[in-house]
């Protein structure tokens, strides 16, 4: 219905159109009540007849990850999930395909054609030079042939065979780059549990330190109203809550971090709220850091993808330097042809020697690429030899502070408790401030 013109305003705004917005809004919020009352009315119903209903109205996701998660559940989790390990995956398959490509030229070439053309045959001579009648024609006749031929190669100086060394230690280099991705896996995801390990322990000590202040304020709250303490220690212990239940929203805070972090470690996309177990303290022997260098040298896969790429570039050089070198190969072909059938066949073999005279400093420059290559990819291991080595030192070195500091810790929190302990008793008998007790 057309809406007449609005004949009264008020403050520049049509009368109608306000009766017509609140009597809407009325009529809205009484089927919202409605609604909300059918709705409590059918869950009290569901509620009372049995959960079967409710489990089928909700469908609840499963749980990727337990309530109370283990380390070892997070790591199969992580290797189970973490597209990282299917990039790594799908390199090896690549350098397993060009393995497969470089062994190729190995094998016989075999080619299959088959063809048809239609066209004149004028011509001025013949094979001895002696002019043909120099009569033309516009007609046409047909053509058809149809063969197979087989190439092989020979030798070739040992082009291909390093060609194919070439691909298979690259291959091994990717199969040591898989393992060092696994092993990142494993780490970002251990780490990433014992942060939230320590975020859960972070947040427990900040509901006892809440607690605790809570308590703090209640004494002086008592004692200021017996008459035996200052309002400023009042004000001490409302601040120092506040500072508490500051202190908690940032360590739930850092929770809540700490878990999307370990989730994005196992490769998780989820929502589950879950707990890590409570660490337990574990004092490992004493390491000692020429072993650890060694063996880190040794075992650790990007020094073993390092070696292999040295190792395939060595190959580079000699297959680039077989291109100054001839190749022998042989070929053979068998095929019909003719103007109309039935076709006649014939068959050639033959041996070839190709001889690279000149080629404009191409193969120069391509064992030029290949040396610096080398030389590159083995300064590039010596800088990986001092990250480990920087690496293995770091470890140690923090290895051996975190044992001091657990048993300082140890002392520290002991005499903390005996601290807290007599001053709150000294507080008490009015012996102390808050400031002490704070």
Known sequence: MRRPMCQTTRGGVCIQVLHEGVRGWKEARMRLKTTALAAITVGLLIGAGGGTVIAAAVDTPPRLVPEVLTLEKAVDLALSNHPSLRVASGTQAVNEALVGQAQSGLFPQVQGQTGYQRGTANATRNFTGAPFPRNTTGNAFGYYQSGVTLNQLLYDFGTIKSQVDTAQFNLKAANSDADTTLQTVVVNAQQAYFGLQQAQRLVTVSEEALTQFKKHLDLANGRFKAGVAPKIDVTTAQVDLSNAQLNLITARNNL??????????????????????????????????????????????????????????????????????????????????????????????????????????????????????????????????????????????????????????????????????????????GLSNAIEVT
């Open 256 to 429: 809540l971090v700490a878990r999307v972090t370990l989730n994005n470690a196992m490769g998780l996309k989820t929502s589950d709220v879950y707990r890590v177990e409570e660490p337990t303290a574990t004092l490992h022997d004493q390491i000692i850091l020429d072993e650890a260098v060694e063996l880190a040298m040794r075992l650790r896969p990007e020094m073993i993808s390092q070696r292999a790429q040295e190792q395939a570039a060595e190959a580079g050089i000699k297959a680039a330097q077989g291109n100054y070198f001839p190749t022998v190969t042989s070929s053979a072909s068998y095929s019909y042809n003719g103007t109309d059938f039935p076709l006649v066949y014939n068959w050639n073999v033959a041996g070839t020697v190709n001889v690279p005279i000149f080629s404009g400093f191409l193969t120069k420059q391509q064992v030029a690429q290949a040396r610096a290559n080398l030389l590159k990819t083995k300064a590039t291991g010596e800088v990986l030899q001092h990250n480990i080595l920087l690496e293995v030192n770091q470890a140690l070195l923090n290895l051996e502070a975190a044992k001091e500091r657990l048993q300082v810790t140890a002392v520290t929190v002991t005499q903390a408790k005996e601290r807290l302990a007599l001053v709150e008793g000294r507080y008490r008998a």
